[in-house]
């Protein structure tokens, strides 16, 4: 079997952010991948270098092929684009081995140590990672618009109405649900290093309100998208700590790992970093320095499936739980999905309800179930989904193909 095109895609209209990827053999089978964000930038590395590598070669060589572009994009640089182009690359050829063998990923991995991934509801909206009305269309990360009230927009609903959401996701089945409430205060003028008692109550009310209406009924994290420096990070854990949050996360920038490390000695809560993390350096150090409660993963900025699974079982032999990212796209979802299958340290899988149901359905030929707080493990060959074949126009403005 050989590699005989590359299709890459970004659907504008629905999450201008994502980078849709196809790999095509001469056996017609095709396997689908996907990155976030710049993705004119990862589709000009796909079509203008890496295809040089590719194209004609067997897609079942997985673990060849991605240490020859991993071992090549490090002359230069391993961590940016480059490194989301061979996360997609090797989504599409994990699920083109899963086609051509017939089975899960998950199977392909070892087999299902999981039947069902428990997720927890991150509470973004429809507009999150969505076309936007702006003039660009831009949204820089961590900057996503709360909206206006409206269908599953729970950005809005966690910060004005933290009771009655947490209520509805307990009623439809979720056992956890994840906040950005401190977004606000990161945004003003020096926020990052210095936020006010005020603000730092503000920030925590939604916690508190669930608390005293809900008791410990439900699970609650924060994320912190990485905005702050460690004296407003140690000010924002003290406040946290009557909490009980399962994680606070990414309440620091995470390119200071000797600096997460004294944070989660001091901060007296549990702690998550880092979806932000892509080498493997990221990962061993934090490790090694005792810095993180949870490790959290992003399948398509680490390095695609193979270094998910790497860094997985790196973390279990040091007795930390990894945890799946995904506020972007559903392959991503999908490839965490299968990775977490085939583990026994994997607690939870991130999701949005709002993608799941509203933005994913436009994007795949398959809707991700969530039944009982859970996704159920994918059944079908591959990583569980297909690009929905209109996405892929040749007069599409950012369409590209290059062929054998």
Request: proline content about 6%; charged content about 20%; hydrophobic content about 40%.
């Amino acid at each position: 079997m050989k590699i005989v095109k590359i299709e890459t895609a970004i659907p504008d209209e629905i999450m201008p952010g994502l980078l849709l990827l196809r790999i095509h053999t001469d056996e017609g089978l095709v396997g689908c991948g996907e990155t976030y964000y710049a993705p004119e930038a990862v589709a000009g590395l796909v079509h203008d270098w890496m295809h040089h590598y590719l194209l004609g070669k067997n897609p079942l060589d997985i673990e060849k092929h991605w240490r020859f572009l991993y071992e090549r994009t490090t002359n230069f640089g391993s961590r940016g684009a480059e490194l989301r182009a061979i996360s997609a690359i090797d989504l599409a050829l994990w699920d083109l081995f899963g086609q051509a063998m017939k089975v899960p990923v998950w199977q392909l991995l070892g087999g299902a140590v999981q039947e069902s991934i428990p997720t927890y509801n991150s509470c973004g909206g429809p507009s999150y990672g969505a076309k936007t009305d702006t003039a660009s269309g831009h949204i820089w990360p961590g900057h996503g618009p709360m909206g206006n009230p409206g269908p599953m927009n729970d950005y809005w609903s966690v910060i004005h109405r933290p009771v009655e959401l947490a209520q509805e996701l307990l009623e439809a089945g979720y056992k956890a649900m994840k906040t950005w409430s401190f977004d606000f205060a990161a945004h003003k003028q020096n926020g990052p290093v210095y936020v006010s008692h005020a603000d730092v109550e503000k920030g925590v009310a939604p916690f508190v309100a669930i608390r005293e209406a809900l008791g410990n009924k439900m699970e609650l994290m924060l994320d912190g998208h990485g905005f702050f420096q460690l004296p407003v990070a140690l000010r924002i854990a003290k406040r946290l700590q009557e909490c009980d949050l399962l994680w606070a996360e990414d309440l620091l920038r995470v390119d200071s790992i000797d600096t997460l490390a004294d944070f989660r000695d001091k901060a007296g809560i549990p702690v998550a970093v880092s979806e932000m993390f892509s080498g493997p350096d990221d990962f061993r150090l934090t490790l090694e320095k005792r810095a993180a409660d949870y490790v959290m993963i992003d399948p398509t900025w680490v390095g695609g499936i193979t270094q998910t699974k790497n860094f997985t079982r790196l973390a279990q032999l040091y007795n930390i739980p990894v945890v799946m990212h995904d506020c972007t796209g559903p392959l991503t979802l999908l490839s965490g999905v299968q990775v977490a299958a085939a583990s026994g340290n994997v607690p939870w899988q991130e999701s949005v309800r709002a993608h799941i149901t509203m933005l994913y359905p436009k994007l795949i030929d398959a809707q991700v179930e969530v039944a009982g707080g859970a996704i159920p493990i994918p059944t079908q060959p591959g990583i569980g989904a297909a690009w929905l074949p209109e996405l892929f126009r040749a007069d599409g403005r950012n369409y590209r193909v290059t062929n054998l």
